[in-house]
């Protein structure tokens, strides 16, 4: 009883951080997108791919990337001409508002971004219940991960905006339902807008630049 | 800092539950595995695959599964003719051991078991910290996460007394460099077992299944 105390008074303080973030931001006139996955699903490579795509569409953006430890995927980011700044999360298995206010600083400090992309802490549990101030949240799963990932991690399924199925390009070597397993997002999430891609071999992600030019205004 | 003492006292507490369902344990010559993993890795198919080749060889087993809804994993164990007991975690991201010493009546209930598999729920984080009285802990993680997985998620490499890198038949449609994954495994945990495997297809399931017969004694 006293655990489940604790955690909403840390929750109520986190969301009222996160609303500080989400003024922030919109008073900047920057969007933000909370990119959340399992580990190995593909943020990463995503992120990577829309280096260069969201350059061709004369779209500026900037990444949190959160992390345990190291700055492994900073770095691959970086490698791609767009500024990165990793936050380093120790034992924790999420980002939380309060470490993103104190990155907003160095957000801010990126001239003529329109876009903020955090990427989260590769964990289907907990980062759902952590608001960090973001306009959208996107789950990114993939394909090898298998079809009944919305039965068995529904909290991550339930509240996002759009769900990216990543990795289709290996779906001819395992067993995924996609009828399935969309029939599983579905009853969680009604109309939820999804994007099989292969952020691999490109297959899909014209329709997701698309979407993010059309969310962005 | 508050939060931080909160959590080591929840810590320590685990710790002595944990103790006691190894005593009980022991005291009743059952040896246990706690195995976890990222979502959809392959614990469930590794277990399903047990299921079979351990009756070959007269090891009878029980299963405890972990999971935040639903019984879905239970269900495919029981299929093969294997007892499993499905713990719900709701929002919690692993498995603890006073829901262990909960499911111990039951364990101990199964008629001639010899061993007893902990299915952790899908998280690279938080599983490593919380001691549930098992002999042993084994991570599962496959190909098609990434070779960099051991210098992200270190907690799950570091302690682990046996890893299983599954889905090695996706190993030539994946970019998966064996060498510098095993470097980040061997720096986090020198000298510990591996057993490259596919669930899917069973290669170098009987590595494994030796390795438990010898564990077992």
New interface residues.
Partial sequence: MH?IL?EEK?LARNDEIASENRKALKGKGIYSINIVS???AGKTSLIERMAGELKTLGVKFAVVEG????D??SKRIERHGVSALQITTG???HLDAHQISHALPWVFGQDGIELLVIEN??????PA?YDLGEDIMVTVM?T???D??P?????MYRGVDALVIN?I??RP??QFDMDYFKHGVETLNPGVLTFPVSC?TGEGLLSWYTWLRTVLG
Avoid: H, W
């Fill in positions: 655990e604790i840390i399992a580990p190995g992390d345990l430890e190291g492994f995927d034992r924790a298995c802490v590769g964990n289907m549990v907990c219940e993939s090898t991960e298998g009944d990932k039965y068995k991690y529904p909290a990795k390009d290996l070597y395992v691999q």
